[in-house]
Protein backbone atom coordinates (compact mmCIF):
# COMPACT_ATOMS: atom_id res chain seq x y z
CA UNK A 1 0.00 0.00 0.00
CA UNK A 2 1.59 3.40 -0.88
CA UNK A 3 2.15 5.77 2.45
CA UNK A 4 4.43 8.37 3.40
CA UNK A 5 6.37 9.17 6.52
CA UNK A 6 7.77 12.17 8.00
CA UNK A 7 9.66 11.60 10.91
CA UNK A 8 9.94 15.03 11.96
CA UNK A 9 6.59 16.45 13.57
CA UNK A 10 8.22 19.60 14.72
CA UNK A 11 11.24 21.43 13.43
CA UNK A 12 12.65 24.90 14.63
CA UNK A 13 15.74 26.88 13.03
CA UNK A 14 17.02 30.15 13.24
CA UNK A 15 16.10 32.68 10.39
CA UNK A 16 18.59 32.48 7.48
CA UNK A 17 19.67 29.27 8.53
CA UNK A 18 19.70 26.20 6.30
CA UNK A 19 16.36 23.48 5.99
CA UNK A 20 16.18 19.71 5.53
CA UNK A 21 12.85 18.32 5.56
CA UNK A 22 12.42 14.42 5.36
CA UNK A 23 10.01 12.44 3.38
CA UNK A 24 9.73 8.98 2.73
CA UNK A 25 7.49 7.17 0.51
CA UNK A 26 5.94 3.61 0.10
CA UNK A 27 4.70 2.78 -3.50
CA UNK A 28 5.44 -0.11 -6.07
CA UNK A 29 6.46 2.12 -8.85
CA UNK A 30 7.50 5.33 -9.86
CA UNK A 31 5.40 7.64 -8.08
CA UNK A 32 4.74 11.53 -8.40
CA UNK A 33 5.81 13.25 -5.57
CA UNK A 34 4.61 16.81 -4.27
CA UNK A 35 5.17 19.04 -1.58
CA UNK A 36 2.76 21.41 -0.05
CA UNK A 37 2.60 24.13 2.37
CA UNK A 38 0.02 25.42 4.31
CA UNK A 39 -0.40 27.93 6.71
CA UNK A 40 -2.77 28.55 9.57
CA UNK A 41 -6.16 28.93 8.16
CA UNK A 42 -4.98 28.54 4.50
CA UNK A 43 -5.50 26.01 1.98
CA UNK A 44 -2.86 23.86 1.01
CA UNK A 45 -0.22 25.68 -2.00
CA UNK A 46 1.58 23.62 -4.30
CA UNK A 47 5.87 24.04 -3.66
CA UNK A 48 7.04 21.63 -6.22
CA UNK A 49 6.51 18.10 -7.96
CA UNK A 50 8.37 15.78 -9.64
CA UNK A 51 7.11 13.24 -11.98
CA UNK A 52 10.04 12.43 -14.51
CA UNK A 53 13.29 13.60 -15.39
CA UNK A 54 15.64 15.48 -13.70
CA UNK A 55 15.89 14.12 -9.84
CA UNK A 56 16.09 17.55 -8.54
CA UNK A 57 13.05 19.83 -8.45
CA UNK A 58 13.45 23.54 -8.53
CA UNK A 59 9.96 25.00 -6.57
CA UNK A 60 8.69 28.37 -5.20
CA UNK A 61 9.63 30.42 -2.82
CA UNK A 62 13.32 29.00 -3.43
CA UNK A 63 12.35 25.42 -2.18
CA UNK A 64 13.76 22.31 -4.06
CA UNK A 65 13.54 18.78 -3.66
CA UNK A 66 15.74 15.48 -4.66
CA UNK A 67 13.71 12.08 -5.72
CA UNK A 68 15.97 9.30 -4.40
CA UNK A 69 15.21 6.53 -5.96
CA UNK A 70 17.22 4.29 -3.60
CA UNK A 71 16.26 5.68 -0.81
CA UNK A 72 12.48 6.17 -1.58
CA UNK A 73 13.31 9.81 -0.19
CA UNK A 74 11.96 12.75 -1.45
CA UNK A 75 13.65 15.42 0.69
CA UNK A 76 12.71 19.46 0.62
CA UNK A 77 15.59 21.71 1.44
CA UNK A 78 15.85 25.73 1.42
CA UNK A 79 19.27 26.87 2.07
CA UNK A 80 18.64 29.99 3.84
CA UNK A 81 14.70 30.23 6.07
CA UNK A 82 12.94 33.08 6.40
CA UNK A 83 10.32 33.65 9.19
CA UNK A 84 7.57 33.77 6.48
CA UNK A 85 8.58 30.14 5.84
CA UNK A 86 6.81 29.80 9.60
CA UNK A 87 3.95 27.12 7.99
CA UNK A 88 3.17 22.92 8.17
CA UNK A 89 4.84 21.18 5.54
CA UNK A 90 2.77 18.05 3.69
CA UNK A 91 4.74 15.44 1.19
CA UNK A 92 2.20 13.35 -0.50
CA UNK A 93 2.91 10.92 -3.05
CA UNK A 94 0.25 10.08 -5.99
CA UNK A 95 -0.51 7.12 -8.23
CA UNK A 96 0.25 7.06 -11.82
CA UNK A 97 -3.20 5.89 -12.41
CA UNK A 98 -5.15 7.82 -10.24
CA UNK A 99 -5.19 11.40 -9.40
CA UNK A 100 -5.40 10.94 -5.67
CA UNK A 101 -3.36 12.25 -3.19
CA UNK A 102 -1.81 9.88 0.40
CA UNK A 103 -0.07 12.57 2.56
CA UNK A 104 2.05 12.31 5.12
CA UNK A 105 1.31 14.01 8.61
CA UNK A 106 3.33 16.87 8.12
CA UNK A 107 5.96 18.62 9.74
CA UNK A 108 5.61 22.20 11.30
CA UNK A 109 8.43 24.25 10.75
CA UNK A 110 8.85 27.09 13.42
CA UNK A 111 11.74 30.16 12.87
CA UNK A 112 13.13 32.05 14.98
CA UNK A 113 14.47 35.27 14.30
CA UNK B 1 -12.75 33.54 -8.37
CA UNK B 2 -9.63 32.83 -9.09
CA UNK B 3 -9.35 29.75 -6.91
CA UNK B 4 -11.45 26.83 -5.82
CA UNK B 5 -14.34 28.48 -3.11
CA UNK B 6 -15.74 26.78 0.03
CA UNK B 7 -18.43 27.25 1.81
CA UNK B 8 -19.44 27.24 4.57
CA UNK B 9 -16.10 28.11 6.14
CA UNK B 10 -16.86 26.89 9.51
CA UNK B 11 -19.88 24.80 10.57
CA UNK B 12 -21.01 23.42 13.92
CA UNK B 13 -23.58 20.28 14.07
CA UNK B 14 -25.22 19.06 17.11
CA UNK B 15 -24.32 15.14 16.58
CA UNK B 16 -26.83 13.26 14.35
CA UNK B 17 -27.64 16.85 12.28
CA UNK B 18 -27.04 16.16 8.69
CA UNK B 19 -24.48 19.02 6.96
CA UNK B 20 -23.50 19.21 3.29
CA UNK B 21 -20.31 21.34 2.24
CA UNK B 22 -20.37 23.30 -0.56
CA UNK B 23 -17.06 23.72 -3.10
CA UNK B 24 -16.67 25.32 -6.19
CA UNK B 25 -13.92 24.20 -8.11
CA UNK B 26 -11.77 26.64 -10.87
CA UNK B 27 -13.98 27.10 -13.88
CA UNK B 28 -12.85 24.47 -15.93
CA UNK B 29 -11.47 22.16 -14.01
CA UNK B 30 -12.29 18.65 -15.15
CA UNK B 31 -11.44 16.53 -12.29
CA UNK B 32 -12.46 17.58 -8.18
CA UNK B 33 -11.01 16.17 -4.72
CA UNK B 34 -12.00 15.77 -1.46
CA UNK B 35 -9.82 15.64 1.33
CA UNK B 36 -10.49 15.13 4.92
CA UNK B 37 -8.24 16.47 7.95
CA UNK B 38 -8.38 15.79 10.95
CA UNK B 39 -6.25 17.93 13.72
CA UNK B 40 -2.92 17.31 13.59
CA UNK B 41 -2.77 15.36 10.79
CA UNK B 42 -2.77 15.35 6.41
CA UNK B 43 -5.18 15.43 4.77
CA UNK B 44 -7.08 12.02 3.91
CA UNK B 45 -8.44 11.35 0.35
CA UNK B 46 -12.42 10.60 0.45
CA UNK B 47 -13.56 10.92 -3.00
CA UNK B 48 -12.51 11.97 -6.66
CA UNK B 49 -14.97 13.15 -9.62
CA UNK B 50 -14.00 13.35 -13.06
CA UNK B 51 -16.61 16.04 -14.52
CA UNK B 52 -20.32 14.85 -12.81
CA UNK B 53 -18.99 10.90 -12.84
CA UNK B 54 -17.33 10.19 -9.17
CA UNK B 55 -14.57 7.60 -10.06
CA UNK B 56 -13.36 7.02 -6.72
CA UNK B 57 -15.17 7.01 -3.19
CA UNK B 58 -12.66 4.70 -1.53
CA UNK B 59 -11.88 6.73 1.11
CA UNK B 60 -15.70 7.83 2.04
CA UNK B 61 -15.15 6.53 5.49
CA UNK B 62 -19.65 5.30 6.04
CA UNK B 63 -22.15 5.37 4.14
CA UNK B 64 -23.04 8.79 5.80
CA UNK B 65 -20.75 10.40 3.80
CA UNK B 66 -21.97 11.27 0.24
CA UNK B 67 -20.39 13.28 -2.09
CA UNK B 68 -22.14 14.52 -5.89
CA UNK B 69 -21.51 16.89 -8.83
CA UNK B 70 -24.17 16.89 -11.22
CA UNK B 71 -23.24 19.66 -13.95
CA UNK B 72 -19.46 18.53 -13.34
CA UNK B 73 -18.84 21.97 -11.71
CA UNK B 74 -20.21 22.83 -8.37
CA UNK B 75 -19.67 19.81 -5.68
CA UNK B 76 -21.08 18.70 -2.08
CA UNK B 77 -19.82 16.93 0.62
CA UNK B 78 -23.03 15.56 2.69
CA UNK B 79 -23.20 13.81 6.15
CA UNK B 80 -25.32 12.69 7.91
CA UNK B 81 -26.65 11.88 11.17
CA UNK B 82 -23.22 13.43 11.88
CA UNK B 83 -20.48 12.15 14.72
CA UNK B 84 -18.11 13.82 16.66
CA UNK B 85 -15.36 11.80 14.87
CA UNK B 86 -16.43 13.59 11.73
CA UNK B 87 -15.01 16.96 13.12
CA UNK B 88 -12.28 17.76 10.88
CA UNK B 89 -11.71 20.60 8.08
CA UNK B 90 -12.64 19.06 4.97
CA UNK B 91 -10.77 20.66 1.70
CA UNK B 92 -11.79 20.13 -1.98
CA UNK B 93 -9.03 20.39 -4.81
CA UNK B 94 -9.79 20.54 -8.42
CA UNK B 95 -7.34 20.14 -11.49
CA UNK B 96 -7.78 20.95 -15.40
CA UNK B 97 -6.72 17.57 -15.94
CA UNK B 98 -5.30 14.56 -15.10
CA UNK B 99 -2.12 14.57 -13.55
CA UNK B 100 -1.76 18.05 -13.28
CA UNK B 101 -1.22 20.44 -10.41
CA UNK B 102 -4.69 20.85 -8.23
CA UNK B 103 -5.92 23.77 -6.62
CA UNK B 104 -6.78 23.46 -3.19
CA UNK B 105 -9.38 25.53 -1.16
CA UNK B 106 -9.53 26.84 2.16
CA UNK B 107 -11.27 24.79 3.84
CA UNK B 108 -14.39 24.05 5.84
CA UNK B 109 -14.08 23.30 9.44
CA UNK B 110 -16.64 21.15 11.20
CA UNK B 111 -17.38 20.98 14.54
CA UNK B 112 -19.46 18.57 15.49
CA UNK B 113 -21.06 19.12 19.48
Known amino acids: AQSVTQPDIHITVSEGASLELRCNYS??????LFWYVQSPGQGLQLLLKYFSGDTLVQGIKGFEAEFKRSQSSFNLRKPSVHWSDAAEYFCAVGARNTDKLIFGTGTRLQVFP | GAGVSQSPRYKVAKRGQDVALRCDPISGHVSLFWYQQALGQGPEFLTYFQNEAQLDKSGLPSDRFFAERPEGSVSTLKIQRTQQEDSAVYLC???????????FGQGTRLTVV
Open chain 2, 93 to 103: ASSLARNTEAF
Open chain 1, 27 to 32: YGATPY
